[in-house]
């Protein structure tokens, strides 16, 4: 079963916006993960954010975790339409290997 | 090669048929897991492999589901019998030694449509 849930499960927003997605999970875990996947096609990593870090920044996103309440959110800033995808989260739980992923979030950015 | 490659991308089954989905991962990377993303869904969790030994099958919804990596490098996930409700996008990924704190790198997917 899916750990995380992300919300919003949809979201549309203008070109130059930003767009905020949040994550929440359930168990402890070693870092989360935030990959996308556009229509179609295979997931592609994003950004890793390590349980003993509270914020991350790559180019134009920006990932915070809150492990107290276990929940991250993405922050993509000046969104462009080739931005459109869909962004799942995906938890390292401590004692595993494996990945677990939420819903995730479709993501329009409308030109 | 550069990236993980899974065949075929595209299988169109009739019920009752048997299916062999093959994943190709990265050169060197250890481990190897195998998803199931239904339509509008995110990946779930179907078997992980390290190396040759399969250390997690939890995911694999019936015993109809059987997966194997015998040399520890290329895996096939294999359906038998297959049913209406085994349409999804099957993903493969890999992740190098010391997976934990690593990314997973994913296969484009084979899309299976049960007929």
């Known amino acids: 079963s899916q750990q995380g849930e992300e919300d919003p499960q949809a979201l549309s927003i203008q070109e130059g916006e930003n767009a905020t997605m949040n994550c929440s999970y359930k168990t402890s875990i070693n870092n989360l993960q935030w990959y996308r996947q556009n229509s179609g096609r295979g997931l592609v990593h994003l950004i890793l954010i390590r349980s003993n870090e509270r914020e991350k920044h790559s180019g134009r996103l920006r990932v915070t975790l809150d492990t107290s309440k276990k929940s991250s959110s993405l922050l993509i800033t000046a969104s462009r339409a080739a931005d459109t995808a869909s962004y799942f989260c995906?938890?390292?739980?401590?004692?595993?290997?494996?990945?677990?992923f939420g819903k995730g979030t479709k993501l329009t950015v409308n030109p | 090669g550069a990236g993980v490659s899974q065949s075929p991308r595209y299988k169109v089954a009739k019920r009752g048929q048997d299916v062999a989905l093959r994943c190709d991962p990265i050169?060197?990377?250890?481990?190897l897991f195998w998803y199931q993303q239904a339509l509008g869904q995110g990946p779930e969790f179907l078997t992980y492999f390290q190396n040759e030994a399969q250390l997690d099958k939890s995911g694999l919804p019936s015993d109809r589901f059987f997966a194997e990596r015998p040399e520890g490098s290329v895996s096939t996930l294999k359906i038998q019998r297959t049913q209406q409700e085994d349409s999804a996008v099957y993903l493969c990924?890999?992740?190098?030694?010391?997976?934990?704190?690593?990314?997973?790198?994913f296969g484009q997917g084979t899309r299976l449509t049960v007929v």
């Open positions: 050169s060197g990377h250890v481990s």
């Open positions: 990924a890999s992740r190098a030694m010391g997976g934990t704190n690593t990314e997973a790198f």
């Open positions: 995906a938890t390292d739980r401590s004692g595993s290997e494996k990945l677990v």
